[in-house]
């Protein structure tokens, strides 16, 4: 993980709350998400919108409809947030950037700008309002994504926006500060079945989750297979299916499972998605049933 200079403490409070637009940019959901497309197959759209309504909802429990500006090019997600209050642009078609500049150009020149990642389906409004309130005294600022290379939340005044690949570091060039918040509900953006995997364990929004209950049977595969790796410092390992192909797992997927440890050579059964092992436990022993 890059390390970004953070901002002390004492300027984390700001002497009265800034009234923040939150432009959330959010692609076509019938085009989004392809990195979930091997998982999730013909789902994928409705998985996309799904994780777009949770992160809006939580935006709209947060700042309230009057300032919260979506940019999309998603005709029925347009409407539905159109008719929820929120102010509705359309995606001017010349990228993520150039979806949130449309946005921060709304909002007016010299307002407070708040640029939210449109795919965090485990955020709630309460991690939303910690940040924001964090970013009200921080001036140009940013919050990085889990893996601490991406940014899920960029504040301030006039801005260029530089999201995409790497865009911590871009960011930080820029002087904005890293604000380096333990908010796992606001930092968990969602791309593919590992990441998705996460924001499953730490609780997702109402409509991703119901797709997940309705859907994800057709994209979690359960299969026994054997421990190959285990490292039980981090938690993490691979198992080796019957066939030889080794998958792996990380600490979540074992913390999850109610093992205490592995041993080489043990007999388990995996749920698998895209090639990773999201859940394991022994063999003849159901999910959620004591283990002993």
Same mark, same amino acid.
């Given at each position: 993980?890059?390390?970004?200079?953070?901002?002390?403490?004492?300027?984390?409070?700001? %002497?009265?709350?800034?009234?923040?637009?939150?432009?959330?940019?959010?692609?076509?959901?019938?085009?989004?998400?392809?990195?979930? !497309?091997?998982?999730?197959?013909?789902?994928?759209?409705?998985?996309?919108?799904?994780?777009?309504?949770?992160?809006?909802?939580?935006?709209?429990? =947060?700042?309230?409809?009057?300032?919260?500006?979506?940019?999309?090019?998603?005709?029925?997600?347009?409407? !539905?947030?159109?008719?929820?209050?929120?102010?509705?642009?359309?995606?001017?078609?010349?990228?993520?950037?150039?979806?949130?500049?449309?946005?921060?150009?709304?909002?007016?020149?010299?307002? &407070?700008?708040?640029?939210?990642?449109?795919?965090?389906?485990?955020?709630?409004?309460?991690?939303?309002?910690?940040?924001?309130?964090?970013?009200?005294?921080?001036?140009?600022?940013?919050?990085?994504?889990?893996?601490?290379?991406?940014?899920?939340?960029?504040? *301030?005044? *006039?801005?260029? &926006?530089?999201?995409?690949?790497?865009?911590?570091?871009?960011?930080? =060039?820029?002087?904005?500060?890293?604000?380096?918040?333990?908010?796992?509900?606001?930092?968990?953006?969602?791309?593919?079945?590992?990441?998705?995997?996460?924001?499953?364990?730490?609780?997702?929004?109402?409509?991703?989750?119901?797709?997940? %209950?309705?859907? !994800?049977?057709?994209?979690?595969?359960?299969?026994?297979?054997?421990?190959?790796?285990?490292? &039980?410092?981090?938690?993490?390992?691979?198992?080796?299916?019957?066939?030889?192909?080794?998958?792996?797992?990380? !600490?979540?997927?074992?913390?999850?499972?109610?093992?205490?440890?592995?041993?080489?050579?043990?007999?388990?059964?995996?749920?698998?998605?895209?090639?990773?092992?999201?859940?394991?436990?022994?063999?003849?022993?159901?999910?959620?049933? =004591?283990?002993?």
């Amino acid at each position: 993980m890059t390390t970004f200079p953070t901002a002390p403490s004492e300027t984390l409070v700001p %002497e009265r709350p800034v009234d923040w637009h939150v432009v959330v940019p959010v692609k076509d959901t019938g085009h989004g998400k392809s990195r979930l !497309a091997r998982a999730v197959g013909s789902d994928r759209a409705e998985l996309s919108a799904a994780i777009a309504n949770d992160t809006l909802a939580a935006v709209l429990d =947060a700042v309230g409809p009057d300032r919260l500006v979506l940019v999309t090019g998603d005709v029925p997600l347009a409407a !539905a947030w159109r008719a929820r209050g929120a102010h509705v642009l359309t995606d001017p078609g010349t990228g993520l950037n150039g979806a949130v500049t449309e946005g921060m150009r709304h909002a007016g020149p010299g307002a &407070p700008v708040a640029v939210l990642l449109g795919d965090l389906p485990a955020l709630d409004a309460a991690s939303l309002e910690t940040a924001l309130a964090a970013a009200g005294g921080a001036g140009e600022s940013f919050v990085p994504d889990a893996d601490g290379t991406g940014t899920v939340l960029r504040c *301030g005044t *006039g801005f260029t &926006p530089r999201f995409g690949a790497d865009s911590a570091s871009r960011h930080a =060039a820029d002087g904005a500060v890293l604000l380096d918040l333990p908010l796992p509900r606001l930092r968990t953006d969602v791309d593919d079945a590992r990441s998705l995997s996460r924001a499953r364990r730490l609780g997702l929004g109402p409509a991703t989750l119901a797709v997940l %209950e309705h859907r !994800a049977s057709g994209w979690i595969r359960s299969m026994q297979a054997t421990v190959h790796r285990f490292d &039980p410092e981090t938690h993490t390992g691979s198992v080796l299916r019957d066939d030889g192909v080794e998958l792996r797992f990380e !600490a979540p997927a074992f913390d999850a499972s109610g093992l205490r440890l592995l041993r080489l050579g043990q007999r388990l059964t995996v749920d698998v998605v895209d090639d990773l092992v999201v859940g394991l436990r022994i063999v003849g022993i159901g999910a959620g049933q =004591a283990i002993h």
